[in-house]
């Protein structure tokens, strides 16, 4: 009978500690959205969370790798509600849809996206952090969205899907830099119609019924002008 107790006992510290860290985790997600990752102190943190600094410092080494978690706890969840675009009726409406995604996230989260795009990403160890694998399983669903589109032929060969993933996500964060600076809003509906846009007309092998139609009125246009010139 002594074993199960001890079973119990720990189990019952270990729930409690998870549960510690996941207020800790809390309290800091809601002080750097209100104030900015830049100039959080563990003390605030410990504050929010109804704690001494001493109790934050038991279970995150600092407050990088206290920033660093709640940083790839954000992320899980921003990704764990994404739909599975092979479901998506065309190639346009799964680009469109990750896109709209990728910027949604970083609408609602500004200042944990400032921080993994300034400090996180630019260190050498970024791929050995589990922040980097999460990233790369969610990226790597908009190159098969590409591979796809390749292998059938409704997109052009020739450009790896790789690239063409870089130009999505090089063009969101471009784009999305002077709302993460405050200095603008960010309609993320039309931005994602545009980025779709863009990449979709520039790498279908058959332009959309729209962009030949334009094509032909164009060359009639031409045809009339030489008409008028004779």
Known sequence: MTAPRKARRRQSTRLSQDQRVSDILLAAKEVIDAKGYEGVTMAEIAEKADIVEGTVYRYFKN???LLLRVAEDWFLEQYGDIVDVSAFNGTYNKL???IWHSLRTIKEGPAISRYIMTEVRPRSGYKDTRLFEINRDYTSQIRRVFAEAIKSGEFKSGVPERVLRDMVFGTIEHSTWRYLRNEGELDIEELADEIASVVYRGMTAVPPEDER?????LRLEKIADRLDKR
């Open 63 to 65: 407050k990088d790798d």
């Open 96 to 98: 469109r849809y990750l």
């Open 213 to 217: 139609m334009d094509t032909a009125i």
